[in-house]
């Protein structure tokens, strides 16, 4: 037996194509309006009284003499840079031994 093509049809019946209509107007309705939802009135509830709550700023700060970092005078600035050397030569050290034990 060899099977049949059959051409499916499909028809929209009149309680479909109304209720199409019927839901394409309602989507419609609800860009005329101002609110979201058609038919609802959504009012908001009224601003408080006063100035708007701070919010946060994504511009840089101005440019306040009080906030710029203190500048170190010569014998911090050497102490620190002694420092930093120190650390980077401690450092350099121990790589250097980690280095070795790992070869042995």
């Given at each position: 037996?060899?099977?049949?093509?059959?051409?499916?049809?499909?028809?929209?019946?009149?309680?479909a194509a109304l209720f199409a209509a019927a839901l394409g107007a309602f989507g419609l309705a609800g860009c005329a309006g101002d609110v979201p939802i058609p038919f609802?009135?959504?009012?908001?509830?009224?601003?408080?009284?006063?100035?708007?709550?701070?919010?946060?700023?994504?511009?840089?700060?101005?440019?306040?003499?009080?906030?710029?970092?203190?500048?170190?005078?010569?014998?911090?600035?050497?102490?620190?840079?002694?420092?930093?050397?120190?650390?980077?030569?401690?450092?350099?050290?121990?790589?250097?031994?980690?280095?070795?034990?790992?070869?042995?």
């Open positions: 037996m060899r099977a049949r093509n059959r051409r499916i049809r499909h028809r929209l019946t009149p309680k609802l009135d959504i009012a908001l509830p009224p601003a408080p009284a006063g100035p708007p709550p701070p919010y946060p700023s994504m511009v840089a700060p101005a440019d306040d003499p009080d906030s710029k970092p203190p500048v170190l005078n010569e014998v911090e600035q050497k102490r620190i840079e002694d420092q930093l050397k120190k650390y980077a030569t401690d450092r350099e050290t121990d790589v250097k031994k980690r280095i070795q034990r790992d070869k042995n």
